[in-house]
């Protein structure tokens, strides 16, 4: 793809306010994350998602962190974290075992998953069930 030329035929938001290069590959880095959900790919790259957005892997890096505030790895990890407690709502304690959330949700490893969901969420996977029954 040509990204100047993606940019070039985007509407803008308003007369007055044009939409950045960082607006547009934010979006399409949402998009492919939320359409094709490629953070359930266990092994996912910033290049392979700079691959999927047509452009380069720094552009993604700078995109992310100034649209998000976060590093790639924390920006994958949050979809990761959202899959897993949309797995985790649909399961309770009773379903899925936590490895297999882990997998199911783009995770290396249960521990992996552990650590990361108790970071974000404050607490444990089991006991955000358990305040969530």
Same mark, same amino acid.
């Given at each position: 793809?040509?990204?100047?030329?993606?940019?070039?035929?985007?509407?803008?938001?308003?007369?007055?306010?044009?939409?950045?290069?960082?607006?547009?590959?934010?979006?399409?880095?949402?998009? *492919?994350?939320?359409?094709?959900?490629?953070? *359930?790919?266990?092994?996912?790259?910033?290049?392979? *998602?700079?691959?999927?957005?047509?452009?380069?892997?720094?552009?993604?890096?700078?995109?992310?962190?100034?649209?998000?505030?976060?590093?790639?790895?924390? &920006?994958?990890?949050?979809?990761?974290?959202?899959?897993?407690?949309?797995? *985790?709502?649909?399961?309770?304690?009773?379903?899925?075992? &936590?490895?297999?959330?882990?997998?199911?949700?783009?995770?290396?490893?249960?521990?992996? &998953?552990?650590?990361? &969901?108790?970071?974000?969420?404050?607490?444990?996977?089991?006991?955000?069930?358990?305040?969530?029954?």
């Amino acid at each position: 793809r040509d990204f100047e030329k993606d940019i070039e035929a985007e509407p803008r938001i308003e007369e007055n306010q044009a939409i950045t290069t960082e607006d547009v590959l934010f979006h399409r880095l949402c998009s *492919l994350m939320e359409d094709k959900k490629l953070y *359930l790919r266990a092994g996912l790259k910033i290049t392979d *998602l700079a691959a999927e957005a047509g452009t380069n892997r720094s552009y993604v890096s700078r995109t992310i962190n100034i649209k998000t505030g976060k590093s790639f790895s924390e &920006f994958v990890t949050q979809y990761r974290i959202n899959h897993a407690l949309e797995l *985790l709502k649909d399961q309770g304690a009773g379903g899925m075992k &936590f490895s297999e959330i882990a997998s199911a949700s783009g995770f290396l490893s249960g521990n992996s &998953f552990y650590k990361a &969901f108790t970071k974000s969420m404050g607490m444990s996977p089991s006991e955000w069930i358990a305040g969530n029954r």
